[in-house]
């Protein structure tokens, strides 16, 4: 017999987490990867930017000139001077009615402005309080972090070079990390706070985030006692996995990760003879003799042109892909299947296709409901929400307590 709770019908086109009201008080990516996941599953997430310049990260140039761009869709924008007192009151008042707060300020930030977890607890005791930093609390807390430092700290760089050579991951992956690491923990802090009724203080970091992506390395040296190459110099499992060039130039890459890739390989190139090899039987002998077959291959990848072998290599279900840039995916037909790239107004206007979180629910991605706010564009309204009349709000924006 159906119980009262699971009669009731679904709200159509309801995101899990519509509903909640999460403040962002956070720049570049951590922060706001991190409400990123929260406002595209339904949170009304408010930015709270500094005013009356609002966050620095809109005015990043070179490589972060797209940051403020993709992490802050489906956000709406409240320009606040937390410097000042009027500034401040209003800060309180709108974590007095949140549920969640993300911060992503240097260790002690909150402390000194009175924005404390005792005090914002005591505030409002139902608060989720997410701070996202460098370090978790230990011996390296109060050093400053960036992405690229932990990386270098915790061996992804090294990892990630060539011998000799460490390298930063391509994108920012730790922040990201770090970010979304943040958004699992908010959610569970809500669970235990539906059993309970009472918010929690929740952190995530950059370091730590970092460990463990590189966990998967020390486990692997735990287990055979030998430190991990970098991956560039790795011993791979597999004896085919790797770029090779072909007919008009372009690379490829080809993984022979089982006995059904390589039968398949061989039969659609024409080199039944290998497959008669005893050297390369199975996996295990094909890594022995690498350097015997591997020349073999190459020669029969070389001889075709890119497309005809990605025409081959996806009929015959062994893992291939040219070596492609971040702006070829523009036009992924993958990623523009069902409404997965979401268009976004650029600084200029532009429309620019995104992707979306890479989740879907009951087959649908996450949509996007907002675009990226201007600086304090929606002031007015949130302070409308916390009863300000306009001419009270006219005068706090020509004090410039807000934009």
């Not at 287990?223 to 060039?245: K, L, N, Q």
């Not at 042109?305 to 070596?323: A, D, K, N």
Request: net charge neutral.
């Amino acid at each position: 017999m159906p119980t009262a709770e699971s009669s009731v019908p679904p709200i159509p086109n309801r995101l899990p987490l519509s509903g909640l009201v999460v403040l962002e008080m956070a720049h570049t990516v951590m922060g706001p990867c991190c409400g990123l996941v929260l406002a595209d599953l339904g949170a009304e997430v408010i930015r709270v930017e500094p005013a009356p310049g609002g966050d620095r990260t809109r005015r990043l140039r070179g490589f972060a000139s797209g940051f403020f761009s993709y992490f802050n869709r489906n956000k709406r924008s409240l320009c606040l001077d937390l410097k000042s007192e009027r500034g401040m009151a209003l800060a309180r008042r709108l974590i007095a009615r949140a549920d969640v707060l993300v911060e992503n300020f240097a260790p002690g930030t909150l402390d000194r402005l009175g924005l404390d977890w005792e005090t914002l607890h005591a505030l409002n005791p139902r608060l989720v309080f997410c701070a996202l930093k460098g370090f978790l609390p230990g011996p390296y807390e109060h050093r400053p972090a960036l992405d690229e430092i932990v990386q270098y700290m915790t061996g992804l760089a090294y990892m990630t070079g060539p011998p000799g050579q460490p390298l930063r991951a391509g994108a920012s992956v730790v922040d990201i990390m770090g970010g979304v690491m943040g958004a699992v923990a908010i959610l569970a802090a809500l669970r235990q706070r539906d059993a309970d009724g009472v918010g929690r203080r929740v952190t995530s970091s950059l370091y730590e985030s970092s460990a463990f992506l590189v966990a998967q390395h020390m486990a692997g040296e735990a287990v055979t006692g030998v430190p991990a190459p970098p991956m560039p110099a790795r011993d791979s499992a597999w004896a085919i996995y790797e770029t090779f060039p072909t007919a008009d130039g372009t690379p490829l890459f080809v993984g022979i990760t089982s006995d059904r890739h390589w039968e398949a390989f061989c039969r659609h190139f024409g080199r039944e003879d290998l497959l008669a090899d005893p050297r390369y039987a199975a996996n295990e002998e094909r890594v022995r003799h690498r350097d015997t077959l591997r020349p073999q291959v190459a020669a029969a990848i070389a001889a075709r042109p890119i497309e005809e072998l990605c025409g081959i290599l996806e009929r015959i279900g062994v893992p291939f892909s040219p070596v492609r840039r971040p702006g070829e995916l523009f036009d992924d037909p993958q990623l523009r299947a069902n409404d997965r790239m979401l268009r976004t107004v650029m600084p200029d206007g532009r429309t620019v296709p995104f992707p979306s979180l890479p989740l879907e629910i009951d087959g649908k991605a996450p949509p996007l409901r907002r675009q990226p706010p201007a600086a304090g564009q929606h002031t007015d309204e949130i302070l409308a929400s916390l009863g300000l009349e306009a001419a009270e709000i006219a005068e706090l924006r020509a004090a410039q307590v807000v934009r």
